[in-house]
């Protein structure tokens, strides 16, 4: 029986260091098949939250909860928004110029309205 747990204790030695010696290998093999599966693992994906909302609507509770409170996440999420605004200034201003000419072509939409009104 002792050798049996010493036994084991070998092999997770062994598999804990093979991991961290082959750490970039295991990682690519593990995106080459996620790439080669992601239709078949986004319809178990689907399919496991059809068959258990419950579980999906706590852990995104528990989550929103961890980070709400988690001053350290919330500091890195504004760093990693402001680094984007940085790197694509050229998108926010086109987004800018879209919406103010939304707003324009509805300010004239409803003062074309009002003028009609009251005719």
Same mark, same amino acid.
């Given at each position: 029986?002792?050798?049996?747990?010493?036994?084991?204790?070998?092999?997770?030695?062994?598999?804990?260091?093979?991991?961290?010696?082959?750490? $970039?290998?295991?990682?690519?093999?593990?995106?080459?098949?996620?790439?080669?599966?992601?239709?078949?693992?986004?319809?178990?994906?689907?399919?496991?939250?059809?068959? *258990?909302? $419950?579980?999906?609507?706590?852990? +995104?509770?528990?989550?929103?909860?961890?980070?709400? *409170?988690?001053?350290? &996440?919330?500091?890195?999420?504004? $760093?990693? &928004?402001?680094?984007?605004?940085?790197? *694509?200034?050229?998108?926010?201003?086109?987004?800018?110029?879209?919406?103010?000419?939304?707003?324009?072509?509805? +300010?004239?939409? $409803?003062? *074309?309205?009002?003028?009609?009104?009251?005719?």
């Amino acid at each position: 029986m002792e050798n049996e747990t010493s036994e084991k204790k070998i092999d997770k030695t062994y598999l804990k260091e093979y991991r961290e010696k082959n750490k $970039d290998k295991l990682k690519e093999g593990r995106k080459k098949y996620y790439e080669k599966n992601k239709k078949a693992i986004a319809e178990y994906i689907k399919k496991w939250r059809g068959e *258990n909302p $419950d579980k999906v609507k706590m852990y +995104n509770e528990r989550q929103k909860e961890k980070y709400k *409170n988690d001053p350290v &996440f919330r500091q890195k999420q504004r $760093d990693a &928004f402001k680094r984007w605004c940085e790197k *694509n200034k050229d998108k926010l201003l086109a987004k800018r110029k879209e919406k103010k000419v939304k707003e324009s072509e509805t +300010n004239s939409q $409803d003062s *074309n309205v009002a003028t009609a009104a009251s005719q």
